[in-house]
């Protein structure tokens, strides 16, 4: 995929965006949750 | 030297002035003791994130981790899923929101003294603050090997000239705040670091003519990879070393689950949780660091591979060999030959905000550990700006006598030395001390010893990438490891974390029994 070829590469650069978007998502989700 | 001295020196001391006006602002908010220890309690979400973003990342991540991308292909990429699952989700989440409950409710002040009194045990806070002492030097000095390494290419001045010069500009900005400074300024250094990765992408992408254009390219270069390295088993810059072969064992267990894992534990990291006003300060944090972390460790394996196919467009030859064979000096490199000026300039910037934004926390961590926790066990000694200042500069100049010692190629390989020995000695502890209703003080301090003792003796006489910086088991046993392969691969994290976590579960359970509990958590 976009010249790698080894899956083992690629699938770990789609699970980084993966986790960042889901770190985006568990932002906004508990946005006002957790207070003190 | 690539850019004109002018220029740096110019943009350079605009940066410094701009950092240490802010640190000054900063310096004047810090009126007690726990605004110069955890910065009041009461920081902003985004500041939270960026300060541990920044904190986290250093030119070891960028210059030292991106060379060994270089040097052993993309593989490395794996460490930014780890950085990203389990140094911002996980810790931040897990670990994050009830270290600042309890580090609030216990008024804890570092990780040693959060330590010492969750299990009520002053031999918890000082062996938590000489275990900081002795293993942290290891990885400030790797610090600061970054930041010399790409002085001395930019500038074209000799390598001690730059690492002393580099360690005064940091001792100057170190000592003069505490941590409400730190954190401020910590949030500017990581919006400028964020700038200059997401420059450094876009420019080797162009440079090289594309995305798939430069990945394929970099594939095709197979057929380079040094004989020795492909003899342990590598096959190329975008395919995985073959399973089990050193080159695997390297990237898998010291590179990749040494700093993967080792981050949870850090007690510089563990102290930025203690600094959130409330939960929900650190729920925002995880929405900016998840993103921040990809840009930063990202963008560092992926240029660091491809500066391969830089290096054989232009010269023929592979990133190491363009280097002279030293995996720290490629970036430095590939920045002052592959970029424009005004950007070396720029990166000069973005590389010191990340080397003085981490290098300041460890500096912090192991000046209280050496005043408060080793020293003072736990006096009102932090109400003494001065001691803690005298602290930081003893250990300042500790780590750049360390680094003067350190051989080339150093920096992941020490970065990971110091995050394998905090993971096996505190992460047990630090799991328990969160998690558990009624902590053991004896099961705490069998595995806080059981992990650092079993981490120290593998590094030093099995571990023969670490025994062979070491010396010791060269010069009193005439061999670089006492076990023969695969056991002289195997990082001392893999063998000494498991056996700290079984000491504190199996005497944790003792204790539960004891007192007539099933539940030993």
Redesign the interface.
Known sequence: MLGIPDPQIWIAYLLCIALAIACIIYGLLNWNRGGA | MAASLFWIVLVTAVYLVMILCLGYLGYKKTKAAEDYLVAGRNAHPVVIALSYGATFISTSAIVGFGGQAANLG??M??L??FN??VG??LAF?IFG?KTREIGSRLKAITFPDLMGKVYSSQFMQVVSGLVIIVGMPLYTAAVLIGGAQFIKETLGISYAASLIGFAVIVAIYVVFGGLIAVMYTDAVQGAIMLLGMTFLLIFTYVILGG?????????NMADMVPAKLAEQGMNGW???PDLGSPIWFTLVTTLVLGVGIGVLAQPQLVVRFMTA????S??????????F??MMT?VAFTVGALTNVYFNQTKGTIAIAAAGGNVDSIIPLFINLATPDWFTVLFMVTLLAAAMSTLSSLFHAMGTALICDVWGRGRECALSLKANQIGVLVMIIASVIVAFLMPGSIIAIATAMFMGLCASAFLPVFAVAVYCRKPDPLAAKVSLVVGAAVWFVWALFVNSRYAAVFGLSNAALGTTSVLPYPWSAIDPLIIALPLSGLAILLLQARAGRQRGESSPV
């Open positions: 993309m593989g990429i794996w930014t899923v990203i699952g911002v989700l989440v929101k995305v798939t254009a430069a990945h394929t390219a970099l594939t975008t395919v995985m006003k409330d939960g929900r650190l729920n925002r944090a995880v929405l900016v660091g998840g993103p972390i990809l990202g």
